[in-house]
T-cell receptor, first 114, second 112 residues
Framework: KAGVTQTPRYLIKTRGQQVTLSCSPI?????VSWYQQTPGQGLQFLFE???????NKGNFPGRFSGRQFSNSRSEMNVSTLELGDSALYLC?????????????FGPGTRLLVL | SQQGEEDPQALSIQEGENATMNCSYK?????LQWYRQNSGRGLVHLIL?????REKHSGRLRVTLDTSKKSSSLLITASRAADTASYFC????????????FGQGTTLQVKP
């Protein structure tokens, strides 16, 4: 099976702009989670989607949002970008059926906000 | 906030030596997972250990879990230069939430 894919891989934006990142999970996986990784804060959970519904949410401002489509592909959106949003954004997929599942990560999207 | 604390933060060893990394966490968990990350790229899953398991092996990897001490360790035996990476533990506290809480990671350098 193909792994988790994320597009774009690299992105440069300026403050105040918005950005949309895309994640395609492993075929058959219905859960997609998003994480932000920065040198200062490490890896932090943003949110998780399962069957087009947000099932859990981390402690991020409302500028960070996401959605999931019927084919399980997911997008996350960040509006009104701030310099501190510069980070590696990782998505992960899993079947979503049990609480003992491995999450498989994509290569990430590196976002630079100038 | 981070659930786990990893120790040491950085580790440098020679090829062929064993590397041990430790992870402590704060709350009860369903399982604990270890991941590897090369140079700020995606995370590669290494091993998952359930809360009712005490030890697990996968190739050159050995993971232990002590729920009474809320700690886990990852042992890499006979290390290779290709093992150079950052290693993270991640805990899953709740059912079906897809939420992993990561430690800060241990940066391992294996010198040839």
């Amino acid at each position: 099976k193909a792994g988790v894919t994320q597009t774009p891989r690299y992105l440069i934006k300026t403050r105040g702009q918005q950005v949309t990142l895309s994640c395609s999970p492993i075929s058959g996986h219905r859960s997609v989670s998003w994480y932000q990784q920065t040198p200062g804060q490490g890896l932090q959970f943003l949110f998780e989607y399962f069957s087009e519904t947000q099932r859990n949410k981390g402690n991020f401002p409302g500028r960070f949002s996401g959605r999931q489509f019927s084919n399980s592909r997911s997008e996350m959106n960040v509006s009104t970008l701030e310099l501190g949003d510069s980070a590696l954004y990782l998505c992960a997929s899993s079947p979503g059926r049990s609480d003992q599942e491995t999450q498989y990560f994509g290569p990430g999207t590196r976002l630079l906000v100038l | 906030s981070q659930q786990g604390e990893e120790d040491p933060q950085a580790l440098s060893i020679q090829e062929g030596e064993n590397a041990t990394m430790n992870c402590s966490y704060k709350t009860s968990i369903n399982n604990l997972q270890w991941y590897r990350q090369n140079s700020g790229r995606g995370l590669v899953h290494l091993i998952l250990i359930r809360s009712n398991e005490r030890e697990k092996h996968s190739g050159r990897l050995r993971v232990t879990l002590d729920t009474s001490k809320k700690s886990s360790s990852l042992l890499i035996t006979a290390s290779r230069a290709a093992d150079t990476a950052s290693y993270f533990c991640a805990t899953d506290r709740s059912s079906n939430t897809g939420k992993l809480i990561f430690g800060q990671g241990t940066t391992l350098q294996v010198k040839p």
